[in-house]
């Protein structure tokens, strides 16, 4: 059981409205605890918000009964959020499996296999590299300046008839 005093500490008073604190339900410390309340805090899926009136209009001079609209509204609405919930009940732990393991590999791929071969390729392409930025800088980057130069006083002018 919890004192009467511990449990005031839990607690927020906003004029006379207790309301408890919940560390379960918002997490910013750790990026592994899921976040209950913002489920898209990066707005990643901002096209997503469609709602009935998105979809289906009718135009003033055209309208159906109201209990057939409000029937397709709330049919809409219905069928969108159950068969959401449906097809992620049965969908979400199999992807995100599946992407768990994939991004796992990719990862311990990156940093045991490709950047080691990455950094072996740079220390040992140390020379040719030089010598590369040599003959850029010396031939090519002067005769593009100069090209560049000459271009730089053409100018396009156009109308339309």
């Not at 207790?18 to 209950?36: A, G, H, M």
């Not at 055209?62 to 509204?73: E, F, L, M, Y």
């Not at 959401?84 to 049965?90: E, M, N, P, V």
């Not at 599946?98 to 080691?116: D, N």
Request: proline letters at 5%; aromatic letters at 6%; a negative charge.
């Amino acid at each position: 059981m919890m004192r009467e005093d511990s449990l005031e500490e839990t607690q927020i008073k906003l004029d006379d409205v207790e309301i408890p604190l919940e560390d379960d339900v918002v997490s910013t410390q750790s990026d592994t605890r899921p976040l209950l309340n913002e489920r898209d805090p990066r707005g990643v899926n901002e096209c997503l918000k469609v709602s009935f009136e998105d979809v289906i209009a009718e135009p003033q001079s055209v309208r159906s009964t109201d209990k057939v609209w409000i029937c397709s509204h709330t049919l809409f609405e219905v069928s969108r959020v159950w068969l959401y919930r449906i097809f992620t009940t049965l969908l979400a732990v199999p992807v995100s499996l599946i992407s768990g393991i994939l991004f796992a590999i990719l990862t311990c791929l990156h940093i045991w296999l490709i950047m080691p071969c990455v950094q072996i390729l740079l220390l040992n392409t140390r020379c040719p590299r030089t010598l590369w930025n040599s003959v850029l800088e010396v031939f090519i980057s002067p005769l593009f300046r100069s090209i560049g130069k000459c271009c730089s006083a053409v100018g396009i002018h156009l109308t339309r008839k």
